[in-house]
């Protein structure tokens, strides 16, 4: 993995100094070298992380005639294949590097080499000939990919800390991305919480030829929906899962440098270690962190019983309040932007303990968005049967009774949800922190006022709707591979591994195997209320029995108990605190209130306050210019 910065002036040459304090800010995505490349008013560099030794393939990277240049950050996994390919077409290689292969593979198709790409990938080629620039980004987006653009530049980079080296790019809060924020505690792709900077959406590509006034923005790939006319069996379809499964594994396990894998003792997590303990000729090396909050938040004994039972060199770290504040401004740094998934600290510190063991580490993100393993996947199967309810019974009954009893977020949450009959937005809805009502009453009126203008749901009705033939359940599941997946869980793995240096991949995330996946009917994904049913048969002979009828558990923190106990002084100093309250952003009598809920037990509202207690300190941090936060 790396990290690569670019700039593309219409007239002024690019600072070659400017442009290496851009690559420097990147120094946590490859510490272990850099390059830049300057041609007039275009520029670009990279930093980078040794994973394979690429036989003097160092970036930025250029054809035979020095025509084509590139910076790559990620991994090409079936490069060696097109390579064999590419000489037989008469190409000619300098390098054993993955990323000549692309500049060849562009060559020799265009745009079109995208497709032929198995990896995570998000790269830049200049054609010096034509003043021609390509960027493009991975099906499922894995590696990140931001610009800026005016009418003097465009400037790219991994992260959009590189972009804000440059003093002259405004730091200035965009009304869609606050609104997008407070919504689903995350950004939502292309949009990001500064005005004026994109994310490159997950399967598209930007072309600019000769002028930035001539930009193009393409998608190259997406995921099918249809199920076939004549679906296969249950069994078939398992073993296709196995056997794909399996060789993503072993692609991903191609390195020069230690291998290790992130284990939490779920289906997900195993399933990958149990696959690379039979692939690789040495224990595999694993990584698990719980909390000593009491057993929910606590999954160790299960990792280290799957540990022990593939024989693993198994690592654990535990969890202590104190961990979160020292980590939580490092945490703000390397996001960027405020992140409201509380999972992103135990990642952090999982991925902090594997970097002093290994360079890269498997993970199993992209299970559950594939073989259905939400809960709320479930529940929403309940909402035609909730919805023939009497209004009356509904609205002045069930509702009523909910809301006045204390805590209980989940049902609370069902029922607000179950009420909701559009689909496209009754699954936003599960998703959703500050519902309308709540942002009326947070944000103060003129804030209020250009949030209103954004409906944060319209994202969900664009991919929900995009295939009206598919099943229910497999939209649903796209929906979270476009937005949830995208833009939360591989936001949060990527820069909370790649800020201590380590390489994380994602064998369920091989587009083979999405392409699999959201083609196999629901009835095989979920029965009644157990999920992951396919990929539990697939895996039915590699895994523990109790593994597999483990319940879905996944990276919860504790954040409730934390917030009205070990926490409570730090997050109330915060929140509550003058330089907060002067912000011209919220009514402090709203977050007052929300408090004052916490505290007394009336409600369970310790995601509202994480995400506020995070969007202040990155205030504090990338808007105030206080690294101390």
């Known amino acids: 993995m790396c990290g690569i910065v670019g700039v593309f002036n219409v007239a002024q040459p690019v600072s070659e100094n400017l442009l290496r304090q851009q690559v420097e800010a990147l120094r946590h995505r490859g510490p272990d070298d850099q390059g830049v490349y300057v041609s007039g008013t275009f520029g670009m560099g990279m930093r980078r992380l040794s994973i394979i030794d690429p036989v003097g393939g160092y970036q930025p990277m250029s054809n035979e005639d020095g025509t084509l240049w590139i ?43 995208l497709n032929r790409l198995n990896g995570m990938f998000a790269f830049a080629l200049w054609n010096e000939q034509t003043r021609t620039l390509f960027l493009a980004r991975d099906r499922l987006g894995i590696n990140p990919l931001y610009y800026f653009k005016d009418n003097e530049r465009l400037i790219f980079a991994s992260e959009i800390k590189a972009i804000l080296a440059d003093p002259t790019v405004p730091r200035e809060i965009d009304a869609r991305g606050l ?39 393409h998608c190259w790939w997406d995921v099918p929906l249809d199920v076939t006319d004549d679906p296969k069996s249950e069994d078939e379809y398992a073993h296709e899962i196995r056997e794909l499964l399996e060789d993503s594994v072993r692609l991903r396990l191609v390195s ?66 104190s961990d979160l504040v020292e980590a939580l401004t490092s945490l703000v740094y390397h996001y960027d932007e405020p992140f409201g998934d509380a999972a992103g600290f135990p990642t952090y510190l999982v991925s902090r303990l594997a970097s002093k063991h290994v360079k890269v580490a498997l993970t199993g993100e992209g299970s559950d968005e594939l073989f259905g393993g939400y809960r709320r996947y479930v529940v929403d199967r309940l909402a035609p049967l909730y919805q023939t309810l009497p209004t009356f019974l509904r609205e002045r009954v069930i509702a009523r009774c909910v809301r006045s009893l204390p805590r209980f977020r989940r049902i609370k949450k069902i029922v607000e949800a179950l009420s909701v009959p559009e689909p496209d937005i009754r699954y936003g809805t599960w998703l959703t922190a500050f519902d309308d009502d709540l942002k009326l009453v947070l944000f103060q009126e003129h804030i209020a006022d250009l949030t209103r203008a954004y409906d944060a749901y319209d994202i969900y009705h664009r991919y929900y709707y995009r295939d009206e033939n598919a099943e229910h359940l497999n939209r649903l599941m796209y929906v979270d591979v476009k ?19 380590l390489e994380a991949r994602v064998p369920f995330l091989d587009h083979r195997l999405v392409e699999l996946a959201l083609r196999i009917p629901s009835r095989y994904k979920i029965r009644g209320i157990s999920t992951k049913r396919i990929l539990k048969r697939a895996m039915a002979d590699l895994l523990p029995l109790e593994t597999l009828r483990k319940r879905k558990h996944g990276f919860s923190v504790p954040t409730d108990a934390w917030f009205r106990g070990s926490l409570r002084d730090f997050v109330f100093e915060i929140l509550m605190d003058a330089r907060t309250r002067q912000r011209g952003l919220f009514n402090p009598s709203a977050i007052e209130q929300l408090w004052h809920w916490h505290q007394s037990g009336k409600e369970v509202v310790d995601t509202h306050l994480w995400l506020l207690l995070n969007f202040e300190l990155w205030a504090r941090t990338y808007l105030d210019g206080d690294s101390s936060v």
């Open 256 to 321: 020069d440098v230690p291998v290790g894998a992130f284990l939490s003792g779920g289906v997900d997590s195993s399933a990958i270690v149990g696959l690379m303990s039979r692939l690789m000729n040495q224990p595999v090396q694993t990584f698990s962190v719980g909390f000593d909050v009491g057993r929910g938040y606590n999954e160790l004994s299960d990792a280290r019983r799957v540990a022990e039972h593939f024989g693993t060199d198994h690592h654990e770290l535990h969890v202590q309040h």
């Open 71 to 113: 910076v790559c950050n990620g991994e090409i996994y079936n490069y060696r294949t097109l390579r064999h390919s590419l000489i037989a077409k008469g190409h000619q290689f300098r390098t054993e590097s993955d990323t000549e292969v692309i500049i060849h593979a562009y060559e020799e198709w265009g745009p079109d080499c």
């Open 179 to 217: 609104n997008n924020y407070f919504t689903f505690g995350h950004a939502v792709a292309p949009h990001t919480i500064y005005r004026g900077i994109r994310k490159l959406l997950p399967g598209h590509y930007m072309l600019i030829q000769g002028e930035l006034t001539d930009m193009q923005l």
């Open 483 to 501: 937005t949830w997946l995208a833009d939360t869980y591989l936001e949060k793995t990527d820069k909370a591994s790649m800020a201590v240096s």
